[in-house]
């Protein structure tokens, strides 16, 4: 279940159903945001083995991404379904770069991106298109954000 959250400040909090598993954030992009994703990507490699980590190399699919991490950073709370279990099992023991690749071939995944992308209230952008909004996701595995 997805759920808006209208704010960070506690009053507006209360009333985000619990357990939440991941929040995921839609940011405008600038040139300060651009440089400290990059920087933070640099030192992606030594993310802890117990984190689902990959890079996003498809164009204008962060949100896809940052929903992939969110539910693969919580199979022990959601069940996933048998596609992404089973994208997680081949992700194993892959970089971050390796499993960005390995999303790009995936053709069930990509299915449903483009259906998801289709049914929102305005007209998704194309992979080629550029745009000033990013979507993360942050995520509690074991404790550390």
Known sequence: QF???WGLDPDLLMMV????????????ISPKTEKL????????DDVDSNVFFMKQT???????VAIIHSLLNN????DVGEELKTFRQDCAGKSADERAKMLETNSQIAGKHAEAASCGQTVAPSAEERVNLHFVALVSVGGTL
């Open 37 to 44: 994703g990059t920087d933070k990507l640099i030192s992606c």
């Open 3 to 5: 759920t808006d959250v």
């Open 58 to 64: 498809v164009g204008n699919a962060c949100g896809t």
């Open 75 to 78: 199979v022990d709370r959601i």
């Open 17 to 28: 159903p619990q357990p939440v598993a991941a929040l995921l954030l839609l940011y405008p």
